[in-house]
T-cell receptor, first 114, second 116 residues
């Protein structure tokens, strides 16, 4: 079974631009979560989607948004990029979003904002 | 809000020896899950071991085991017979047991180096 796939692996953007990152969960998984990883702030929860609905949201500005499609694939979008948005963005999927569903992570997308 | 603290930014151990990574957390909830994840240079977060708070027995997974002290809110990871492939960043994480609460709260991580 294929793991969580994130595309692209690397991305370079300039300030003010917007970016879209993609995540394909493990087949059958319905919950997709996104995390931002930076050296200064560590790993921070962005949001979680389950059955195309955002179920949980972290403390990030409205420039960060996401969505989930009927096939459970998810995208996250960052508009009006700032230098501080440079980070590794990790996606994780789980089966049902239930108590006993471990999260499986992808390899991440490394975003650099110049 | 829950917090997770890893007080050891870096640790090193000789190959084949045992090392313990520390983690403490703060929560007002009585039911939750605790995890240790490993992140090698490939960047993928890999689940090492998990512990349900309602279980008194410490979880074990081959060479990996935890010491879960619920009253002290402590959750340390012991790696026995350390191998070169164990070198990575290790993150302790907390998750509420509330249905549908998939949010993980991570510690700052401990970089583990294995010396041959």
């Amino acid at each position: 079974k294929a793991g969580v796939t994130q595309t692209p692996r690397y991305l370079i953007k300039t300030r003010g631009q917007q970016v879209t990152l993609s995540c394909s969960p493990i087949s059958g998984h319905r919950s997709v979560s996104w995390y931002q990883q930076t050296p200064g702030q560590g790993l921070q929860f962005l949001f979680e989607y389950f059955s195309e609905t955002q179920r949980n949201k972290g403390n990030f500005p409205g420039r960060f948004s996401g969505r989930q499609f009927s096939n459970s694939r998810s995208e996250m979008n960052v508009s009006t990029l700032e230098l501080g948005d440079s980070a590794l963005y990790l996606c994780a999927s789980s089966l049902e979003g239930s108590d006993n569903s471990p999260l499986h992570f992808g390899n991440g997308t490394r975003l650099t904002v110049t | 809000a829950q917090t997770v603290t890893q007080s050891q930014p870096e640790m090193s151990v000789q190959e084949a020896e045992t090392v313990t990574l520390s983690c403490t957390y703060d929560t007002s909830e009585s039911d939750y899950y605790l995890f240790w994840y490993k992140q090698p240079p490939s960047r993928q977060m890999i689940l090492v071991i998990r512990q349900e708070a309602y279980k008194q027995q410490n979880a074990t997974e081959n060479r990996f085991s935890v010491n879960f002290q619920k009253a002290a809110k402590s959750f340390s990871l012991k790696i026995s017979d350390s191998q070169l492939g164990d070198a990575a960043m290790y993150f302790c994480a907390y998750r509420s047991a509330i249905q549908g609460a998939q949010k993980l709260v991570f510690g700052q991580g401990t970089r583990l180096t294995i010396n041959p």
